[in-house]
């Protein structure tokens, strides 16, 4: 019997995670050679970095490569179920797969002998179990996501244009960004007053090396979502509504004295 290794990461970053599952995948190797359950070579730890538990275990790039090297009554070893599937019906149907192919699997937090049914309905019942505590999860997550937006309390860490977020986790609140909005000023100016198309008050803010707050050259985009979040009243919406953000902007009225074109100061970038 060969007994072979799989680990799984949901991030390139999760490094040590992946060398903790080899190491407990290892330990067992050592433990069944050294009980003489087996006498070859540990045929490999197979590892899937940044890889979504929802793919299929074996349709992953390393699972996939891993199933075609094993033979009929080689074990593979998992430190945890979740590395292996997310849910009961994915764990049946990856039983399944090896049971056609008289494969046989162990999961290090399962103590279970999947080769009878009876390891196979115990998983089975862990499997549903594990799924329902991720879906409740994910259900309170959202609920607190939710009542955060219904406070106007940041989400994610991202700011809506014109607003910046001060504080960290359950503390942080939004505050007005001023010289984004500053900015913002300076573009509706350079639109209404001076008919410019947002292409060429793109070009403009370019040729006078005015840049965004992360020193960046302000983009197409940008500058047209920074137009109607002013225009809106900067509401705490997301740019990414742009049709709501033209709605709200097209209601509000925003009465503008128009400048003197003839005057190249008006076209000067404010401080």
């Known amino acids: 019997m060969n007994i072979f290794g799989y680990g799984r990461g949901s991030t390139l970053k999760q490094v040590t995670t992946l060398l903790k599952q080899e190491e407990m995948c290892v330990a067992y190797y050592n433990f069944a050679f050294a009980m003489g359950k087996t006498t070859t070579p540990f045929g490999?730890?197979?590892?899937?970095a940044a890889t979504s538990g929802s793919i299929p275990m074996f349709e992953r790039e390393a699972g996939f490569e891993m199933l075609n090297l094993m033979k009929p009554g080689d074990l593979v070893v998992i430190s945890e179920k979740d590395r292996a599937f997310r849910s009961c019906l994915?764990?049946?149907?990856?039983?399944d797969l090896l049971l056609e192919r008289k494969l046989c699997m162990h999961m290090l937090d399962c103590p279970f002998d999947l080769s009878t049914d009876t390891g196979r309905c115990f998983l089975q019942v862990f499997a549903s179990f594990g799924e329902?505590?991720?879906k409740n999860i994910g259900r309170r997550t959202s609920e607190a996501k939710q009542y955060r937006i219904k406070l106007e309390l940041p989400v994610g860490g991202v700011a809506y244009v014109?607003?910046?977020?001060k504080?960290?986790?359950?503390?942080?609140?939004y505050a007005p960004d001023h010289d984004r909005r500053k900015m913002g000023e300076y573009i509706a100016m350079l639109r209404d007053d001076h008919s410019m198309s947002f292409i060429q008050i793109t070009d403009h803010m370019k040729s006078q090396n005015i840049?965004?707050?992360n020193g960046r050259h302000w983009h197409r985009d940008i500058v047209r979502k920074t137009y109607?979040?002013?225009?809106?009243g900067w509401p705490k919406i997301s740019s990414s509504r742009l049709a709501d953000l033209?709605?709200?902007?097209a209601s509000a009225s925003r009465a503008s004295q128009p400048r003197d074109l003839s005057n190249p100061a008006s076209l000067a970038c404010p401080s």
């Open 132 to 134: 329902l505590d991720r």
């Open 246 to 249: 033209k709605e709200i902007a």
């Open 44 to 48: 490999g730890f197979y590892v899937d």
């Open 211 to 213: 840049r965004n707050s």
């Open 228 to 232: 109607y979040c002013c225009k809106a």
């Open 167 to 173: 504080g960290r986790r359950e503390k942080a609140t």
């Open 162 to 165: 014109g607003w910046k977020i």
């Open 90 to 95: 994915d764990a049946c149907n990856t039983l």
